[in-house]
């Protein structure tokens, strides 16, 4: 039974924003992610998987000062909650039990001359 | 410059805006555009546009679609309320913008609810057969014909159900019965067809009395209606009954005349067709089976044409498509047959056989010789279009008179704005309204049309469309769905010009709002008087033309003479009886009354050259008929009297004698000619002066004509009256007509009568047009008295200032029309060239036209001035006239 649903551009998301700590908002996430993943992020993609993580209660959002760069609009920052980061646990031990599952040999794979 | 350079592509910011769920609105929005700007430095403009771009497309999604309804909708119900009391309000308050956009608009939708109904008669043409949506009726086209025939080859029916199995049934319609039934000395007059014994399987028709699958199998039996059933039986059982019938060619389409009697011997009723009114294209009083053609063959009454594939001008054929097969499949079988009869069809080129389908015969396309007349589609289509003017132009009105009235609105949106209402229920709000009032116009529209329909089921041409113009439920609700929707038309662009007033500014009711664009206003009312403009000068230019032709030189007089249909009477008796009645000046006899629509032909060369065959036109009279039209012989003499020989003499036309190669009428005298129908040569005894034995409107010029006297083919007298007691002399001629035909009633028409209502269908296009203009420039003037009324109101104050400084009357009045007569004076402008310019595209087609110089669109600016000067003058004239005291006392 799944406990918590975490998709996996979602927990790239969630990682991203822990990374970031106070300082993750919609361009810097989608930048670092860019920076450290070498993938591309569409303004799109990133902020419904925001405004999904939100609606989980993983994470949550403040507003933040509005800038000129910006045209006068707000910045939205996140940070991760305690259930947010519960989830993110609940899915990296998930990750390690299954890992430590796989019998040695099945990954010791030789590549073919 | 550089600013805008700054900002990312503006259409596509407004779209996101539009879209994006509010809560994220900014701060998504802040991300593309710090974004952008970034991109700019590094990429460029035109990269990071589309790099914007992409990401608002991607953007487009579910999740940061902002929810469809508002989330406030729970007392839609209090809130249409409202709106629906301040339209009630609001129309109550300013009644005359009320009544005018009322008004205007009920009189457009009438004219497009009499168009609706129309369709609607039309739609519910031959709904009654079973088998409706699988019959189709075969047409026939040539190359280079008009329009394709709705007539076919005689022995196509039989081919078609023999070969193909696409067709179920077959069955022919054949022309050419008409004439007069005969029982126990009661006689009626019967037009109708020779009808085969599948015509009962085939259409829907029911029989009252009769067995319908034997009616018409047996030669020399005959079905007919309820109506000529009683008329010849009474209350007797008609079946079994024997009549005698006399034809007497009389056309099945019009009522015209036909030509010699022939009898028919006798024939036996079985069947009674029920009393019910069917609405069909097809309209017949008596069916005959055709199984009696061969009889009448065989007695030579009737032409044989059971192996003629080319003569296609006298049968119908309907077919009853195959439960399994398609309307392609018909196709196919038409084509193929077509092909393989294409020896029989020799030097017919281009021959083509196609199906119609039955329920689309009306309202259909164009098609030649229909049973019945009906206007084709393009007909609705153009006084669709016609509509759709007057419809637009009357929604124009609403438009502008409400966005003129924005200013007096401003205070009520804004309040509405401050206490929360969001764009859309404003938007919702003067849609409610315009619907209201579209609402009260269907009711107004719907009075009006009980006026209308009297109006245009009485015009002269409805006696061969008969139009009744009743409506039903379906077409009430289509009124209503219309009202609806003209509502929405009118009110879509107020309501989302006034409800984009800012709150603010309009309650400060800055005078910014009030010196607000004219621009599109003048521009909407400009072009109303374009169209008012052309529709009048079309429908003077229409008039002058019917007046030209009714005053038309024909070159003969027709003044005082009465044609006399002979009913199948012998001329000589009717003609000996008639010259006895004193005040009649002679009496002369011919086949058909020159002018009025009936033409004949043939081909004519010099005889014994191996000259083209000219085209002549042809008449037959007797020697009489010159004399009593007054057309003067110009060389040798006059058509002998009727004996064994007369029929070798012919007269000529001047214009023969230029077309034959001569330039002297009398070297055509004695020539001998030689007519390309085969048969005798003909000798020319005299040549006439020129005359108009066309209509008019037939063609230019005068052809070539030839006369000769043939007393079988005569079927009207004419009698010349001399000046005096008109009606007297003619109940004589009535009393005479009785002593020789008891039987028929008289029937008589005085020839300039005919002459003038050839041109009746001219006078019902003049009236529609007259009325449809006469419709369009009283929306535009009402639009006008909305604004210069507005206009008057809103300077009332500045007027009464003004005065006190000692303006005088008139030229306050001036100061105020000074921008409507502008209107005016640009409408004419373009109105004027314009609607020389059209007219004139369709009137160079037309032979024998009027002159069409600038009085009469100088006519038609005339009228439009006068009007428009009405309007504008009563309404500053009496803004001017004001007490100022009165006006600047009082705190407005």
Known sequence: ?113 | MKRTDQSPPRSFLRFFRWFCHPELRNYIEGDLVELYRERLMTSGKRKADWQFVFDVVLLFRPSIIRPMQPSHSFNQFTMFRNYFKVGVRNILKYKVFSFINVFGLAVAMSLCMLIVLMLAEQKSYDQFHEKKERIYRILSDREHSKAPSATTPFPLPMALITNYPAVEEVTQLTRGVGGDATYNQRVVQMRGYFADASFFRVFGYALAKGNKNVALSAPNSMVITAAYARQLFGDDDPVGKTVDFTNRGLPNVGDGEGGEATPWGSFTVTGVIADVPYKSHLKFDVLVSSSSMKVLYDSKKLADLRDDWKFNYSSYTYVVLAANKSAEDLEAALTDLTWRKKENLDGLKGFKLSAQKLTGITPGILVSNEPTQRLPMMVYYFLWFLAAVVMISACLNYTNLSTARALSRAKEIGVRKVTGAYRSNLVYQFLSESVLTALLALVLATLLIVFMRPAVTGLWINQYLNFDLQGNVPVYLVFVAFALFVGMLAGIYPALHLSKAQPVKALKNSEGSRSGKMGLRKVLSVSQFVISLFFITTAILIYNQFRHYLEFEYGFSAENVVNIPLQGNDHHKVANAFAMVPGVVDVSASDIVPSTGTENGMSIRIAGTEDEYKKFGVLQTDEHFTGNLGISIVAGENLPAEDTAAGDFILVNEAAVKALGYTNPNEMVGQVLDPGWGGSTLRVIGVIKDFRFTTPANGDGIGPLAIRNNPSSFSFVNVKIAQGDLSGTVQQLEKAWKRVDPVHAFKYEFYDDQLASVYRGFLDVVTILGFIAFLAIVIACLGLLGMTTYAAETRKKEVGIRKVLGAGDLGIALLLSRTFLKILAIAIFIGAPLSYAVNNLWLQKLPNRVDFGFGTVFVSVLILLALGLLTIGSQTLRASRSNPVKVLKSDG
Do not use: C, H
Request: glycine residues 8%; aromatic residues 8%; charged residues 35%.
């Open chain 1, 1 to 113: 039974m799944k406990k918590y649903q975490l998709g996996e551009f979602e927990e790239v998301v969630m990682l991203t924003v822990g990374i970031l700590y106070n300082e993750a908002y919609g361009i810097s996430i989608k930048k670092e992610i860019e920076k450290r993943l070498s993938r591309k992020v569409s303004v799109g993609a990133l902020q419904s998987a925001l405004k999904r993580l939100e609606e989980k209660g993983y994470l949550k959002s403040r507003e933040g000062e509005s800038t000129q760069e910006r045209a006068g609009r707000p910045k939205r920052y996140f940070t991760i909650t305690a259930y947010g980061k519960k989830a993110m646990e609940y899915t990296r031990s998930t990750r390690n039990t299954l890992w430590d599952a796989i019998p040695r040999i099945a990954l010791e794979l030789k590549t073919v001359g």
